[in-house]
Each structure stands twice: as C-alpha cells, then as structure tokens.
C-alpha cells in the first residue's frame, strides 16, 4: 500500500544540501510548495472523487488542531458577520484534496505543519509553540514566515496559505461575504434542451 504521506524528515530537509542527494531533496521540497501555492479553488463535485488514504484523512487529529489555527488568522477577516473556520467544513475541504493530491506534492505538508507550530521556538527563539500564542503574536509569527530570508519558509508559507484560501472560500458560509452567490447550475440540475 503505497504511503500517502511520505516526506523527508526535518533533518533531511535543514541540513545543508551538500550532497547531489540533499540538493535534489531540497529542490523537490521547494517544487512542492511551489505547486501547492498554485492549486485553486476547486468545484465542490470534484471533492469528492479524491482517492481515501486508509484512515479517509490526511492529517491526523494534531495536524489538523495546527491547521485550523493557521486558516483561523490566514483568513481572519474582522468581519463582523463572518463564519469562524470551526464552523465550516473548509479544514476538511483541505483535508479531502490532499488526499487526492500526488504524495510528492502533499508529503511534506505534515512536516511543514509542525514547522509552523514550532516556529516560534526555531526560528524567534521562543519558549512557545504557534497555538499557544496570542492572534497577535500568531500574526506576527506568520509575518516572520511570510517575509523570511530563507526561500523555503516562504514557499511553504505560501503553499499553505494557498491551501487555506482555498478551503476557506470554496464553503458556501463564506460566499455572501465576497459577494458571490453560488454556481449557476445546481448540482443535479439537469439541463433541458427545447425540442
């Protein structure tokens, strides 16, 4: 059964790439994210055909703990009428297409889910973990991400930014708010053609 989360550790990926073997695994990590940064919204019917792994998820529950708190201030918009992430199925949306996704694509999301988890701690030198910050501080963490020196932290960065735009704003509970109101076609409508 072929590993659906298969990913370089996080030694493999900070050691420096002095070898043709680390140069190859950095440039497959930086491709990765980069394709992750450039997925888009997908229709809701094509959701559902992405393949289940063996426990039907892709991050297990801790990623996805991690996960929500980084689409919980990536998509804070300081409406007042805004669904909060808990509230939708948009962590799940993401969770689903991973799965479908080719495992040299998604395999180091988990990793780069604890990354931003500790990064407090790594890359500040803070005795804190992401979750256990303020959402100011969560901000700020994302701001260190966001406008890093090193070129793989901000692809990742982007990769999963990308990721939770496009959980966050393909749920329905948030169209009202960008002013769009849902496909013309309703799923299973079916079209009539005059004879």
């Known amino acids: 059964m072929p590993n659906h989360r298969a990913a370089p550790g996080l030694r493999a990926?900070?050691?420096?790439?002095?070898?043709?073997?680390?140069?190859?695994?950095?440039?497959?990590?930086?491709?990765?994210f980069g394709a992750l940064a450039q997925l888009r919204v997908l229709p809701a019917g094509a959701l559902g055909c992405a393949a289940a792994g063996p426990s039907g998820r892709f991050f297990d529950a801790s990623e996805?703990?991690?996960?929500?708190?980084?689409?919980?201030?990536?998509t804070d918009t300081g409406l007042p009428g805004a669904p909060r992430v808990r509230e939708t199925r948009a962590v799940a949306t993401v969770?689903?297409?991973?799965?479908?996704?080719?495992?040299?694509?998604?395999?180091?999301?988990?990793?780069?889910?604890r990354l931003f988890e500790w990064g407090p701690l790594l890359f500040d030198f803070r005795l804190a973990r992401f979750s256990t910050l303020s959402p100011a501080?969560?901000?700020?963490?994302?701001?260190?991400?966001?406008?890093s020196r090193l070129a793989l932290r901000r692809m990742a960065f982007m990769g999963v930014r990308?990721?939770?735009?496009?959980?966050?704003?393909?749920?329905?509970?948030?169209?009202?708010?960008?002013?769009?109101?849902?496909?013309?076609?309703?799923?299973?409508a079916a079209a009539t053609v005059p004879a």
């Open 13 to 32: 990926l900070l050691a420096p790439a002095t070898t043709r073997r680390g140069f190859l695994r950095l440039a497959g990590t930086t491709a990765a």
């Open 64 to 74: 996805t703990e991690i996960l929500t708190q980084l689409m919980e201030r990536i």
């Open 95 to 113: 969770d689903t297409v991973c799965l479908g996704l080719d495992p040299a694509v998604s395999g180091v999301l988990p990793l780069a889910l």
């Open 137 to 147: 501080e969560q901000d700020a963490s994302l701001h260190g991400w966001m406008t």
């Open 162 to 188: 990308n990721l939770c735009f496009m959980g966050w704003y393909s749920q329905p509970e948030v169209w009202p708010l960008i002013g769009y109101q849902g496909p013309l076609l309703r799923r299973g």
